[in-house]
Every structure is written in C-alpha cells, then in structure tokens.
T-cell receptor, first 112, second 115 residues
Framework: SQQGEEDPQALSIQEGENATMNCSYK?????LQWYRQNSGRGLVHLIL?????REKHSGRLRVTLDTSKKSSSLLITASRAADTASYFC????????????FGPGTRLSVLP | EAGVTQFPSHSVIEKGQTVTLRCDPI?????LYWYRRVMGKEIKFLLH????????ESGMPNNRFLAERTGGTYSTLKVQPAELEDSGVYFC?????????????FGEGSWLTVV
C-alpha cells in the first residue's frame, strides 16, 4: 500500500499567492522529506523534517508535521512561476534504511 | 563535486528490445538506489546497493529487470525484454555510508519510452 499520499493532486495558483500541499502517510516514520521535480528534470531535495519536529522553515518554504495525524504540509509563500513543478513527500521508517516511500505527488502550476 | 549522473537521459526503444541504464553515484558513496516513476504515478523504490552488494531488491518488479554494480562503483539497470508498461523515468540516487538520516542525492533520471 502507498505510504505517502499528497493532496491535492493538482493545484493552480497565481504568482504571489501561497500554495499549500498536504501529505498523509500510514505507518510510523523517522523522517519525512519533500522533493520537487521540474518537468523533465530530476528530483531536488527541499527539506527534511524529523519525527520529533513539528515545523521547519527554509526560505519561502514551511513544512509542518503532525505525527498524531500522520500528515505533513508544505507551504510555499509568495509563489513564483519558477515554482511550477511536481512536489513529492517521501517517508522512511528506520534510522539507517533510506528506502524512501514516495507519494504520487502534487502538480503545482503557478500562473504569471 | 559531480553529482549523481545517469545515462542515457532519454531513450526510446521498441517493445521487446533491451535497454541498459547507467548510474554513476557521487564519488565515495557506498549506497546506491534505483527508483522509478511510471506513467505519472508515484515514485517507487526498486533496489538498494551497499557497495557491490544488493542490500534490498524488494522493489524490483519482475525478472526482466537486472541491476548490477560492478566493483561497487557505477551501476547498471537492464530491462530485457522491455514492455510498454516499463515506460517512465528511472532515478538513481546515492548516499554515503553511516549517514544517519542524510539526504540521498538523486540524479536527473533516465527517461524511457517503450513503443
């Protein structure tokens, strides 16, 4: 069964608006990470949040983690056209294994 | 420092043909992973090498897929014979040994189209 599931599957917003994407997972995790994939390009790591953390910031990104609800959110503030991409959450369940389980992703379109 | 490199970046082959994808991890990284995303679906784990040994190959879909890692350096993923459903992007990633919760580094992917 799928570990991470993002919603919405697709999101269109205007430049300057904020974008929020959510990720839910099923089993206990050690860490949750968010990645971005631009069309035709590879995966870029955005941010890692550990299971004992509740919120983390990196530039225009804010990630929250609620382990009681097994969910995470990624907020991109003041979005730009260059933020257009697919965003994936990835979870792992043990300290040294790095076999992440990815969700299906959210396709974000930021319109100029 | 060079990142994870994959070759070819794009490949179009006919059903029944063979394709070999290559991944060069970041120098010094003992851990090497293959993932794939087919038909716009989720990214799925295929297998994990530690040096030249297969640590976990539970994600390999069937025996048409063969992964090797010669001498614990670069890795190849061969699909033989290729089927239409194998179309997608194949990602390679690497990470150093003993890295507790280090981020793994992904390559740009090899985009495979089977026609």
């Amino acid at each position: 069964s799928q570990q991470g599931e993002e919603d919405p599957q697709a999101l269109s917003i205007q430049e300057g608006e904020n974008a929020t994407m959510n990720c839910s997972y099923k089993t206990s995790i050690n860490n949750l990470q968010w990645y971005r994939q631009n069309s035709g390009r590879g995966l870029v790591h955005l941010i890692l949040i550990r299971s004992n953390e509740r919120e983390k910031h990196s530039g225009r990104l804010r990630v929250t983690l609620d382990t009681s609800k097994k969910s995470s959110s990624l907020l991109i503030t003041a979005s730009r056209a260059a933020d257009t991409a697919s965003y994936f959450c990835a979870t792992d369940t043990d300290n040294y294994g790095q076999n992440f389980v990815f969700g299906p992703g959210t396709r974000l379109s930021v319109l100029p | 420092e060079a990142g994870v490199t994959q070759f070819p970046s794009h490949s179009v082959i006919e059903k029944g043909q063979t394709v070999t994808l290559r991944c060069d991890p970041i120098s010094g990284h003992d851990n090497l992973y293959w993932y794939r995303r087919v038909m716009g679906k989720e990214i799925k784990f295929l297998l994990h090498f530690v040096k030249e040994s297969k640590q976990d190959e539970s994600g390999m879909p069937n025996n048409r897929f063969l992964a090797e890692r010669t001498g614990g350096t670069y890795s190849t993923l061969k699909v033989q014979p290729a089927e239409l459903e194998d179309s997608g992007v194949y990602f390679c990633a690497s990470s150093p040994t003993g890295s507790r919760r280090n981020t793994i580094y992904f390559g740009e992917g090899s985009w495979l189209t089977v026609v």
